[in-house]
């Protein structure tokens, strides 16, 4: 039983490390990634801070080094996450990678304010991000994220002045709705490839400094979409493995034991 003797709601999730024995929520063994930021740098040190934390192991380029990228270099990685706009107009080198890579079966986190505002008239944005741009802010009054599907529960301040808001289509789950209601984020699961997308430069979410614990937050339940669970005791099995607790309030979480492993 889990119990949250403070008053606010809290979000766990439970994972799983085969070299020290069952441990909650940290020193998952993470899998591998690729980080690609064009003009993100401040994003891109938030992501590998929170990569570190969840027991990931990555590698961290630019756009022109992930432009001359081979598809079979990027699936080697486990996920790409794409930090910064493609580039400031539509159907550029950075499109044309990650589209290939998606249409190979890819899994990406792209994560930037600014990118529908630059590139929304483009293939990339239009199709494989099943989006159409709907402006540059929500207000200010509305750029807190709240979360939907599997972003429930987590609820995230933003110090990003300019956040995009756009229309989500049929393949996409709506993961975040800014306070006004549009998206600010959702989950494209089409033609064999999953995306995240997040209108929000990553290093906004919280504040505007790299490692507050919503970046953390966000990331993990990201790459538990787009990769799948790398956790490490196959034979161990536990349900909810993730979940909201009210404040005050108690949850049970069964421990199991999978006979056929």
């Given at each position: ?151 429930a529960g987590v609820n995230a301040a933003s110090a990003d002045a300019y956040p995009d808001f756009y229309t989500s289509g049929s393949s996409s789950t709506v993961i975040f709705r800014y306070g006004n209601n549009a998206v600010g984020g959702s989950f494209i699961q089409r ?71």
């Open positions: 039983e889990l119990t949250n003797n403070g008053t606010q709601p809290f979000t766990y999730t439970i994972r799983e490390n085969g070299a020290t024995g069952f441990t909650p929520a940290v020193n998952r063994a993470g899998g591998n990634v690729l980080v690609v930021q064009r003009n993100s740098a401040t994003s891109a040190t938030a992501a590998t801070t929170a990569l570190t934390a969840l027991g990931y192991t990555f590698e961290s380029i630019d756009n022109v080094a992930f432009e001359a990228r081979s598809l079979a270099n990027l699936q080697t990685f486990d996920a790409v996450i794409f930090l910064g706009s493609t580039n400031a107009t539509a159907n550029n080198a950075s499109e044309a990678k990650l589209t290939e890579y998606l249409n190979a079966g890819g899994k990406l986190f792209i994560a930037d304010n600014d990118l529908g505002y630059f590139t929304n008239t483009g293939t990339f944005y239009r199709t494989m991000l099943d989006s159409t741009y709907g402006g540059d802010d929500p207000g200010a009054a509305n750029r807190a994220l709240t979360g939907f599907d599997f972003m033609n064999g490839y999953k995306v995240v997308y997040l209108a929000t430069d990553f290093v906004n979410l919280g504040t505007s400094a790299s490692g507050d614990v919503i970046e953390r937050t966000v990331l993990e339940r990201v790459l538990q979409a787009i990769a799948g669970s790398s956790d490490s005791i196959a034979w161990l099995q536990e349900a909810p493995v993730t979940g909201v607790i009210a404040g005050g309030a108690s949850s049970d979480v069964a421990i199991g034991w999978n006979p056929t492993v």
